[in-house]
């Protein structure tokens, strides 16, 4: 099978945008989103009427059968732009007339191809010293490429309170803000974000966000309590906190056989999808190669054309020899058979090979015709085992090429991990890092994941390194979210929230009840758009678990308002304990009203306190 290599295919509408300039960010922005609508499946990777496709910038450029569609720089003469005119003679689409609009950002592209015709040199590949300098090099680059003035950054009380959310999972108490501004200015911020990736507060931050990655949130029962009591969590809070290479702990997940005791947990990743191959394949693939596989499933991708049919169904042969092991979550391994065939849109059976969407293939030798092979002792390193591991692994040796011979492993953490600290990833949305999505700043992307790999996987320096960076300690902007010129509002994920609530309450972090109540009415993580709903309004309005809190006893936030008798005193305290401010004028007037329960519900249940500073 002929194959192209994912690298390639993901940058190139980078290579695009070094040689195109405005036309690349009008195409990328504007007239593939049109044309993935309104065109491809007519003429893109699955058919491609009148030879022609219009999927890709180099496809439009090369034409059709009858010749070039596309002049550069001259629209109306192009058969591209004149045959979207209403009165045009062939009509495009057929059964539909574009707006003005639509046909307006056609005609930009084409006119701005004109100034992309002279090639430009290669960049040569840059040096920074660390994370840190990267982003705010690059990053500041783009600022001024875009002409974009960056957004004013936080105070360090609020920039203290954005970093104990992302690396602890819930807001400072007073003493620890104190403790932080009567810290050495030049060194504050560095000293902080050190102690907190030190901290347990991390490893179970860290195994919140990746529980949800990897696994999903479950709404099936006590999923939680299982995933808790084989050893799920434990395993990876134990790669936090121990800062395991990245690339270890994957491979742990995909080979599922635990040599250490502190391993026992990495199997439930591939236990709890029940032998379910294709679910054990869709899960695999965002977190290895950082893009979902799902719709290659029964042809090629019909938009990302380096995604083949042939990964989908090579990924799940991967997988295919495996079986849970009844009593316990072992995942057994035969040495033997998952030798299948899948079927393409033209009925043609193609063999299901083992294929990295780097272009690496697990070769096998198949059985000839309808050969049965021997599943004999000798084929098994310890045939006496209660879970035998055969001498050749496919499982294994899948793993071992992801984890050792991918660059897209590094790629794909980086972009997450991006993600859940800015808001947004560098490839948006965040697990769809294919062709059809153009890294913002691919030269940042390409020198994180590099030294991300280069540092032997590393997850404390890359994490270190966004925190630490200007793009992070911003405020918020109008410029377009991926300038990173500001920070987006980004929700509290559910463990952060109901963490948070009760320390602004006064009271110990660990609560089960809350917080499950509260995953249950908010359980998105990093969703690709955020939308409030009417469960989540209803939950912040008439919550039992969230009154329980707020219920006064020995200590507590609420205690201690109720015996403050002025009004205006109530108010700033509960403000600083809950907001980490004063209030101002309007809202001093305004809270005075309200009884301390009502003041705590409403400053907790606030939009304020709802995001990330």
Not at 1 to 23: E, P, V, Y
Not at 150 to 169: E, F, I, M, Q, T
Not at 426 to 436: G, K
């Amino acid at each position: 099978m002929q194959n192209r290599t994912f690298i390639a295919a993901t940058l190139c509408l980078a290579a695009h945008s070094a040689c195109a300039g405005d036309a690349a960010s009008i195409w990328a922005r504007k007239v593939q989103p049109l044309f993935d609508v309104q065109c491809v499946k007519c003429h893109g990777p699955i058919e491609q009427k009148g030879g022609l496709e219009l999927d890709t910038v180099d496809s439009v450029l090369k034409g059709g059968d009858s010749g070039a569609v596309v002049i550069p720089g001259k629209p109306e003469a192009s058969a591209l732009f004149h045959n979207l005119a209403p009165d045009a003679d062939p009509h495009m689409p057929p059964k539909k007339q574009l707006s003005d609009g639509e046909r307006e950002i056609v005609r930009e592209w084409i006119s701005a191809l004109e100034k992309s015709a002279a090639p430009v040199a290669q960049k040569t590949v840059r040096d920074f010293p660390n994370p840190t300098t990267a982003i705010d090099s690059l990053i500041a680059e783009g600022w001024e490429r875009n002409g974009v003035q960056p957004a004013a950054p936080l105070s360090d009380r609020a920039w203290c309170r954005r970093v104990y959310l992302d690396l602890a999972g819930r807001i400072p108490t007073t003493a620890e803000v104190d403790s932080f501004l009567a810290a050495p200015a030049e060194s504050r911020r560095a000293t902080l974000v050190d102690k907190l990736i030190a901290s347990d507060d991390y490893a179970v931050r860290m195994r919140e966000l990746w529980d949800v990655f990897l696994m999903g949130r479950g709404r099936r029962g006590n999923i939680e309590d299982r995933r808790k009591q084989n050893g799920w969590w434990d395993f990876l809070e134990t790669s936090f906190r121990t800062n395991r290479p990245w690339n270890e702990t994957v491979r742990e997940l995909l080979v599922a056989r635990p040599a250490k005791p502190e391993n026992k947990g990495a199997t439930w990743f591939l236990y709890d999808r029940k032998n379910d191959h294709q679910q054990i394949a869709e899960a695999v693939a965002p977190v290895v190669y950082g893009t979902t596989l799902d719709c290659a499933q029964c042809h090629d991708h019909p938009l990302a054309r380096e995604i083949k049919q042939a990964h989908y169904w090579g990924l799940v042969a991967a997988f295919n020899r495996s079986k849970n092991v009844e009593g316990s979550t072992a995942v057994a391994e035969s040495a033997v058979g998952g030798f299948v065939n899948f079927t393409n849109l033209k009925k043609e059976s193609q063999p299901a090979i083992v294929t990295l969407l780097s272009g690496k293939t697990i070769a096998e030798t198949w059985p000839a015709g309808d050969k049965k092979e021997d599943d004999g002792d000798d084929k098994y390193v310890d045939p006496k085992a209660k879970v035998r591991v055969p001498k050749t692994s496919r499982r294994e040796a899948f793993a071992d090429a992801a984890t050792n011979e991918n660059p897209l492993l590094a790629r794909a953490f980086v972009n997450r991990m991006w993600a859940a600290l800015l808001g947004r990833g560098i490839v948006h949305p965040a697990n769809e890092m294919n062709a059809r999505n153009v890294p913002s700043h691919p030269e940042l992307l390409d020198w994180l994941a590099a030294d991300f790999a280069k540092s032997g996987h590393d997850a404390r320096r890359i994490i270190r390194g966004i925190v630490l960076s200007r793009a992070y300690s911003l405020g918020r902007s109008g410029a377009a979210p991926e300038t990173f010129a500001g920070t987006p509002e980004r929700p509290l994920t559910a463990e952060q929230l109901s963490r948070s609530w009760r320390i602004a309450a006064g009271l110990p972090a660990g609560d089960d009840t809350l917080r499950r109540a509260t995953i249950a009415a908010m359980p998105d993580v990093l969703p690709r758009e955020y939308n409030a709903t009417f469960q989540q309004a209803q939950f912040l309005t008439n919550s039992p678990a969230l009154a329980a809190v707020l219920k006064p006893a020995p200590g507590n936030t609420a205690e201690r308002l109720e015996k403050i008798p002025d009004s205006s005193a109530r108010v700033r305290e509960a403000f600083r304990a809950v907001l980490d401010r004063e209030p101002d004028s309007d809202e001093l007037a305004a809270a005075s009203r309200l009884s301390p329960r009502d003041l705590l519900w409403a400053l907790m249940t606030s939009a304020e306190f709802l995001i990330t500073p």
